[in-house]
Nanobody, 125 residues
């Protein structure tokens, strides 16, 4: 069983930055999970993938966030991060951390076995 807990959400002005964190349960080493990812869901919209990272450190991003968002992981701390820069109002959403046994690492919800409860990000002036 994997438990994921997100933190770091909040309110920020357009153009601002936030860093989200996702702590995996201490009995699970993120290195043993093939893939971890961030998703987001805005009110009234479908959940969408933001980016993913494999255990070897390779990453994959949605086109809408490339060049602005960066995913990283600290295997020693069992923690996943999402650095978000130049945030836009339309990126206001509940951001979720997810983990997968599979190494496909696609930005598709069905690929992921474990989910956190989410952390709210609000981008507004």
């Amino acid at each position: 069983q994997v438990r994921l807990v997100e933190s770091g959400g909040g309110s920020v002005q357009p153009g601002g930055s936030l860093r989200l964190s996702c702590a995996a349960s201490r009995f699970t080493n993120t290195y043993t999970l093939s893939c971890m990812a961030w998703f987001r869901q805005a009110p009234g919209k479908k959940r969408e993938g933001v980016g993913s990272i494999r255990s070897d450190g390779s990453t994959n991003y949605a086109d809408t966030v490339k060049g602005r968002f960066t995913i990283s992981q600290d295997n020693a701390k069992n923690t996943l991060y999402l650095q978000m820069n130049t945030l836009k109002p339309e990126e206001t959403a509940l951001y979720y951390c997810a983990a997968a046994k599979s190494s496909r690492c696609r930005l598709l919800s069905d690929d992921y076995n474990y989910w956190g409860q989410g952390t709210q990000v609000t981008v507004s002036s």
